[in-house]
């Protein structure tokens, strides 16, 4: 099997991460069509060993946000939600959590001190179609 190139919106992350040790790094490989990257943000806490990296997507009112938050020390981040139910979701071995909140569907999941969360307008179904397509780089 051919192995998947990171996408170029998380190369940047990726090798941040690596200089810090954490060898593994899961992120989406494919967006819907039509979406394009609106921005990008790394921010390092070296002094406390905490990385935050967001990057949006968007095709016209529609929204994806991915965010990441490697902590080396702790790890506990904590989601809104509202009063709907939590789904489990399965894939690839990993338990993805999704949920509503401000009429936002999120996902999120948690590997090796990262937290993980995609956000978006769409559906759920469109936004399993995002998380069938995480990868381990």
């Known amino acids: 099997s051919s192995r ?12 941040e991460l ?8 899961t992120v989406p ?12 943000e790394l921010h390092t806490l070296l002094d406390i060993q905490v990385v935050y990296f967001t ?18 020390a702790v790890s506990s981040s ?3 939600k509202d009063k709907n ?3 489990l979701y399965s894939c690839n071995g990993t338990d993805y959590y999704l ?9 999120a999941w948690y590997i090796d001190n990262c937290d993980y969360s995609l956000s978006t307008t769409l ?10 397509s995480v990868s381990e780089f």
């Open 4 to 15: 998947t190139e990171i996408p170029e919106e998380y190369q940047e992350l990726y090798a």
């Open 18 to 25: 690596q200089q810090l040790g954490v060898s593994h790094l």
């Open 29 to 40: 490989t494919q967006v819907p069509d039509g979406f394009q990257i609106e921005h990008s």
């Open 55 to 72: 990057t949006s997507y968007s095709n016209d009112s529609d929204y994806i946000t991915f965010d990441l938050i490697w902590d080396n």
């Open 78 to 80: 904590l989601f809104e």
């Open 85 to 87: 139910d939590i789904e």
């Open 99 to 107: 949920f509503s909140n401000n009429s936002q569907s999120v996902a």
């Open 123 to 132: 559906s759920f179904r469109e936004l399993k179609e995002i998380i069938n």
